[in-house]
């Protein structure tokens, strides 16, 4: 499995359907999707969530991103993300 950021921006209508019942739906469509959440962290700054999540692939990554965004109303951007010890490596 890779690990993937996903950065979440709120649209007004996602801002309006903020319950726990909807965070469970989005759990359940990234796991139907074949990815398993590890965290999830609401953030301050340029953007407002931020999700850390495995995913068998790149595509099942981007399938679970739009199904989410739909689910939501909040707009991702998913970042495959390498741990700094594999980076180290590559370019040691």
Avoid: H, W
């Avoid at 109303?73 to 980076?87: K, R």
């Amino acid at each position: 499995m890779a690990k993937f950021l996903l950065l979440g921006k709120y649209s007004l209508e996602g801002i309006k359907g903020i319950k726990s019942e909807r965070t469970n739906k989005a759990v359940v469509a990234i796991q139907k999707s074949g990815g398993r959440v590890d965290a999830m962290y609401a953030l301050l700054g340029g953007f407002d969530l931020a999700l850390v999540v495995d995913f068998p692939s790149n595509i099942d990554a981007l399938k679970a991103s739009i199904v989410i965004t739909k689910l939501t109303d909040i707009g991702f951007t998913t970042c495959p993300a390498i741990p700094v010890e594999e980076f180290d490596k590559v370019l040691g």
